[in-house]
T-cell receptor
Framework: ETGVTQTPRHLVMGMTNKKSLKCEQH?????MYWYKQSAKKPLELMFV???????ENNSVPSRFSPECPNSSHLFLHLHTLQPEDSALYLC?????????????????FGPGTRLTVL | QKEVEQDPGPLSVPEGAIVSLNCTYS??????FMWYRQYSRKGPELLMY????GNKEDGRFTAQVDKSSKYISLFIRDSQPSDSATYLC???????????FGEGTQLTVNP
């Protein structure tokens, strides 16, 4: 186990639903990330939080809304999604020593939430 | 053009074979290079991490970076069925910049 947990592991939702993805890290890290992984596409960085502050939003549509109440927890709130948003959503954490937006210190990934939008 | 290009495969080899996985990149500012391994239904895990050009060896795995040709390689010696996974390469400009991933190569090692 990597010390990063994600719930739920699978989620099916309609386009009008509102749901939330949860990520928790037990590694004492100070940086947390949301990535989107679609078939046949590279991992896409969505959001970065460093010491609970959002330091990067990679032009993500507003129907995705992140929340980081503390350094151990990260949420992704979903509403009015589209079928093309179906993907594996991965959370990661790292110990950012650089003070920059993203750390190349080892990022530990959770198992992901497989999201299907009908 | 993708910043990091990686042949998605799938690649299938017999047990014991030497596997060569490769990526090319276009951003000449990349200095940090990583290989992640992702098993089915799991998140990626860091396998190898190299800085600038050169080789790095860890057990059966060797990572190689050639910045002059913008080419990244991962070699797996004596491949095992447990090596069956998707391998993702990634590059970054500095220790404080984003990781840019390739789309991954799916590898199957047959017993």
């Amino acid at each position: 186990e990597t010390g990063v947990t994600q719930t739920p592991r699978h989620l099916v939702m309609g386009m009008t639903n509102k749901k939330s993805l949860k990520c928790e890290q037990h590694l004492g890290h100070n940086a947390m990330y949301w990535y989107k992984q679609s078939a046949k596409k590279p991992l896409e960085l969505m959001f970065v939080y460093n010491f609970k502050e959002q330091t990067e939003n990679n032009s993500v549509p507003s129907r995705f809304s992140p929340e980081c109440p503390n350094s151990s927890h990260l949420f992704l709130h979903l509403h009015t999604l589209q079928p093309e948003d179906s993907a594996l959503y991965l959370c990661a954490s790292s110990q950012d020593r650089s003070g920059g937006a993203v750390s190349t210190d080892t990022q530990y990934f959770g198992p992901g939430t497989r999201l299907t939008v009908l | 053009q993708k910043e990091v290009e990686q042949d998605p495969g799938p690649l299938s080899v017999p047990e014991g074979a030497i596997v060569s996985l490769n990526c090319t990149y276009s951003n000449s500012a990349f200095q940090y290079f990583m290989w992640y391994r992702q098993y089915s239904r799991k998140g990626p895990e860091l396998l190898m991490y190299t800085y600038s050009s050169g080789n790095k060896e860890d057990g059966r795995f060797t990572a190689q970076v050639d910045k002059s040709s913008k080419y990244i390689s991962l070699f797996i010696r004596d491949s095992q069925p447990s090596d069956s996974a998707t391998y993702l390469c990634a590059g970054a400009e500095t220790s404080g910049s984003r990781l840019t991933f390739g789309e991954g190569t799916q590898l199957t090692v047959n017993p």
